[in-house]
């Protein structure tokens, strides 16, 4: 994988889309086998699950193989997505903004995104975040919050530490819990769930 010329570049469409010309797979942060405990833990087979900012990650597809089948995958990015209807025509891809999710109020029962909130955030000064920066993320959860049952859960995984990331998850909303994995560098799993004085306000 080459670095793009700048952290910027994450959030742009375009270095996305070159990138993913020709790169076929990549993972962010650790794989699959690193966390599955985690999601088993808190993720049932029948679950209708949204995956934000699939990338071509190996993680819906492991997850699928798994018996994960109802997964719904979205990513802003149609090169990438084009490329993985193709080789996984069993699951739904769907070009969208995380920010403007298209989907009815309570489709899915656990969004999941791995390493797309970092990207999103990469030029934030972690102990100062911008009014922008802060808006984008409540957007962003406030979305979550509406496309999931009442019931539902929304799984962060991330290397982000708990005192920057729960502020922006916003807990007035949620209760969350995180867990940590990975050797020697620990990534952190968060699950939150709607509390119920939130979920009447829906």
Same mark, same amino acid.
């Given at each position: 994988?080459?670095?793009?010329?700048?952290?910027? /570049?994450?959030?742009?469409?375009?270095?996305?889309? @070159?990138?993913?010309?020709? $790169? @076929?797979?990549?993972?962010?942060?650790?794989?699959?086998?690193?966390?599955?405990?985690?999601?088993? $833990?808190?993720?049932?087979?029948? =679950?209708? %699950?949204?995956?934000?900012?699939?990338?071509?990650?190996?993680? /819906?597809? *492991?997850?699928?193989? #798994?018996?994960?089948?109802? %997964?719904?995958?979205?990513?802003?990015? =149609? %090169?990438?997505?084009?490329?993985?209807?193709?080789?996984?025509?069993?699951?739904?891809?769907?070009?969208? =903004?995380?920010?403007?999710?298209?989907?009815?109020?309570?489709?899915?029962?656990?969004?999941? @995104?791995?390493?797309?909130?970092?990207?999103?955030?990469?030029?934030? #000064?972690?102990?100062?975040?911008?009014?922008?920066?802060?808006?984008?993320? /409540?957007?962003?959860?406030?979305?979550?919050?509406?496309?999931?049952?009442? /019931?539902?859960? &929304?799984?962060?995984?991330?290397?982000? *530490?708990?005192?920057?990331?729960?502020?922006?998850?916003?807990? @007035? &909303?949620? #209760?969350?819990?995180? $867990?940590?994995?990975? =050797?020697?560098?620990?990534?952190?799993?968060?699950?939150?769930?709607?509390?119920?004085?939130?979920?009447?306000?829906?």
């Amino acid at each position: 994988m080459d670095l793009p010329p700048s952290n910027e /570049s994450y959030k742009d469409m375009n270095y996305w889309n @070159e990138r993913y010309k020709t $790169e @076929e797979k990549y993972d962010w942060f650790k794989t699959y086998k690193d966390f599955v405990h985690l999601l088993e $833990e808190h993720v049932k087979k029948s =679950d209708r %699950i949204l995956m934000l900012g699939c990338g071509n990650s190996c993680l /819906s597809e *492991q997850m699928f193989n #798994d018996g994960f089948k109802h %997964i719904v995958n979205v990513d802003f990015s =149609d %090169i990438v997505l084009k490329k993985m209807r193709l080789k996984l025509p069993s699951m739904e891809w769907l070009t969208m =903004d995380i920010k403007h999710l298209a989907f009815i109020a309570g489709s899915f029962d656990v969004v999941i @995104e791995k390493g797309t909130l970092d990207a999103l955030l990469v030029e934030e #000064d972690v102990w100062h975040i911008s009014e922008e920066g802060a808006e984008m993320m /409540s957007q962003i959860v406030e979305n979550v919050r509406h496309v999931l049952t009442p /019931s539902g859960k &929304f799984l962060s995984i991330t290397f982000a *530490q708990p005192h920057f990331r729960m502020p922006l998850i916003r807990k @007035e &909303f949620w #209760d969350v819990k995180y $867990e940590t994995f990975g =050797d020697g560098f620990h990534y952190f799993f968060y699950v939150a769930k709607m509390k119920q004085e939130a979920d009447e306000d829906r």
